[in-house]
C-alpha cells in the first residue's frame, strides 16, 4: 500500500498479466497485486503509467479476491484520450495504481429476486456480483438483461452462456436492436470468435429500455442499472413508468 501520510488516500499497486483486445473499441485487462478492499458491485479509482496524473473511476468485473485478483471491462470514450490509452497500448508488465473504492451496487442474498440490467461496460459489476452471489449457499434467483447495439456488441457472451449453464440460478437474457452486424469489420471481433453462445432464437430485438419495460412492473425485486448515461436514463425511466417502484431500483452510468 502507498502513501506518505495518514491524511493520504490508501492506494494500492497491481500488475497488468493480461490485455485482451476483444473489439475495436474494447479491452479486458487482467491484474494480480495487493488486495484492494472493495465490495462487489463498487468501482474503483485506476492510474495506468500512460497516463499517471489522470484518475479513472472502473468497476471490478471480479469479487474481492484476497490472492489480488483484479478484471477490469474498458471501452473506449469518444474523445476520451485516457480510455483509448488503456484499450490500445496496456501491456503485461504495467503498474496500476488502485484505490478509493466508492459506492456501486448492493444484493442482499437473504433477500427478493434480482433483476440486472446491463449495456456494454456496465457488465462488469453486474458480473462481479453474480459471482460474489456464487459464494452464497442459496443466492435468489437472478435474471440478468445484456444488452448491445449489435450482436457483436455482446462481448461477454461467451463467458454468459457457459456461466448461465453452471448457475442454475442465473438467467441470462442477451438483447440488441439490429439483428444484424454492421458491415464494417471489427478485426478484433474476428480474432476473438469463438463457437460458444447463445443461438439467434435466444436473442431478444429492440433497446434494453424497450425490453425490459415490456416485462412490466417489477414489483418485488432488487433492480440494478448501469450502462452509458443515455442507456441508464431511458431505462430507469420506463421501469418508473410501468410501475416498478423507485426505491426498488439502484442505477450508476457509467
Known amino acids: 500500500m502507498l502513501g506518505n501520510g495518514s491524511h493520504e488516500a490508501p492506494e494500492w499497486t497491481s500488475t497488468v498479466v493480461g490485455h485482451h483486445r476483444l473489439r475495436h473499441d ?18 474503483v479509482e485506476v492510474r ?13 468485473a471480479l469479487p474481492p479476491s484476497l490472492d489480488g485478483k483484479l478484471e477490469f471491462h474498458v471501452r473506449t470514450v469518444p474523445g476520451g484520450w485516457c ?3 488503456i484499450v490500445a497500448d496496456t501491456q503485461p508488465g504495467d503498474e496500476w495504481r ?30 462481479a456480483q453474480i459471482l460474489d452471489l456464487a459464494r452464497k449457499p442459496e443466492p435468489p434467483r437472478t435474471y440478468l438483461f445484456v444488452g448491445g447495439r449489435y450482436p457483436r ?23 440488441v436492436e439490429s439483428p444484424e452486424d454492421p458491415d464494417w ?13 447463445f443461438p439467434p432464437d435466444d436473442l431478444l430485438y429492440g433497446t434494453l429500455a424497450d425490453v425490459v419495460g415490456s416485462h412490466g412492473a417489477f414489483l418485488n425485486h432488487q433492480v440494478l442499472v448501469c450502462g452509458s448515461p443515455a442507456m441508464v436514463q431511458t431505462t430507469v425511466e420506463r421501469l418508473l413508468e410501468t410501475g416498478t417502484p423507485a426505491e426498488l431500483i439502484q442505477f450508476e452510468g457509467l
Open 26 to 43: 474494447l479491452a479486458v485487462i487482467r491484474l494480480i497485486g495487493e488486495f484492494v478492499p472493495f465490495a462487489a458491485g463498487q468501482s
Open 48 to 60: 495506468v503509467p500512460q497516463h499517471p496524473d489522470v484518475r479513472r473511476r472502473l468497476s471490478p
Open 83 to 85: 480510455s483509448g490509452a
Open 98 to 127: 488502485i484505490g478509493a473504492p466508492l459506492g456501486g451496487f448492493w444484493v442482499d442474498p437473504d433477500g427478493a429476486e434480482v433483476v440486472m440490467i446491463a449495456g456494454g461496460t456496465g457488465l462488469a459489476p453486474m458480473r
Open 153 to 175: 456488441d455482446l462481448y461477454a457472451e461467451d463467458m454468459l452462456y457457459l456461466l448461465a449453464g453452471e448457475l442454475p440460478w442465473l438467467t441470462v437474457i442477451p438483447v
Open 185 to 197: 469489420a471489427d478485426e478484433w471481433y474476428e480474432q476473438s470468435r469463438v463457437d460458444i453462445g
